[in-house]
């Protein structure tokens, strides 16, 4: 088939580039398009500690499929030959997370077993990138179309049949492959900021057992530790918040201060903002300095401290607050100390106790808590907040490369900017 059979032209792609159905796309090779094994065809008893490797959903995370294999045997794999991918194939999700595409890799093997949750795709690579049409589908456009052909009766899912009607542009194999390029540049930058990110945080970690421990000192500092209970280094017993159903937001009312509004990493980021209407709410009120902790359920333990640049709020009643006494305690210090290691193991041990995950405000008052001099407390967070400042910064930086990506896709796979 010549590229001009069986696909349409359309006016809003330049007039060499033809829309496509991954049936029209596909190799002509016998299963080029299949899904996996009958379910009694491939079982957990069939999974062997080496062999050829299983495409799982856990796999597909990525751009290449990846990950922890389940392994069946060779003479497993023979018998399943016609639910082979290989290197340039592409693996599209049927059922569980759907959106998600991923290339079969060139290495380090030769050949997988699709599982019954996965299709394969092997494209005609005379005609077709794999890594362009890989691009196309994770491209907004492309997943907004994934999303809008799904069954959704029962459990979201798709099957062969939709996935041969999707359709994207195509324009010829010369321009695919400057487009996969160029996106792949820009998908090498994103992953090399990963990376750095992921290593700047294993430095932070590393860095707050040592100076939050005492096991590093900081030039200028030397004593001894004191060990005390939190609620001796604050200026009133630990308190819960209000119990009180959510509104709208409104910027006459405050902001209602809930779990799930607390990042894990101790920030304020709402989904949505709402707010709190009541005529107790004011001495509910958040002032600088107050931290909070999470007391119950699967969020025990998580921690925020009140920034004046967060406006004003009222924490909800399944939070603690505490209110450390600057003479003896510092609250950004208190804040980097709930994030480590030592305090997630009393948070684990108080629940473990307790026989369900939470902590209460007379167990957040006896927590231990080993202290230096207010001025070595201070010193430890300055320095810790120049590394979250560092980490920040390369955070802005990865979301910008990542709008970058998203407009260049926009550009590229749409032929507004042209390479060739």
Known sequence: MTISEGVAQDPDYPAEWRILTIQDAAANTSNAIVGGPFGSDLVSADYVANGVPVIRGQNMSGKFVDGEFAFVSQKKAKALVANLARSGDLIFTQRGTLGQVAIVPH?????????????????????HEPTYVYHYFNSNVG??????????????????????GYTFPAPPVEEQRAIATALCEVDALIAGLERLIAKKRDIKQAAMQQLLTGQTRLPGFSGTWKLKRLGDCLVSHPDYGINSA????????????????ITEDGCFNPTPRVSVNSAASDQYLLSDGDVVFARTGASVGKSYRYRLTDGPLVFAGFLIRVRPDSASLNPKYLAAYATSEAYWNWVTYVS????????????????????????????????????????ATLDARLAKTQTLKQGMMQELLTGRTRLI
Do not use: C
């Open 352 to 391: 473990m106790r307790s026989g369900q995950p939470g902590i209460n405000g007379n167990q957040l008052a006896q927590m231990p808590i080993e202290l230096p001099p207010v001025a070595e407390q201070a010193a430890i967070e300055a320095v810790l907040s120049d590394m979250d400042a560092e980490l």
């Open 246 to 261: 959510a509104v709208e937001y409104s910027d006459r009312l405050p902001t209602y201060l809930r779990i799930t509004d």
């Open 107 to 127: 290495a380090p093997y030769e050949s997988y077993v699709v599982s019954q949750s996965q299709m394969k795709l092997t494209l005609d690579r005379m005609r």
């Open 143 to 164: 997943q907004k179309q994934i999303g809008l052909s799904a069954i959704q009766t029962g459990v979201p899912h798709t099957n062969l049949g939709i996935l041969r």
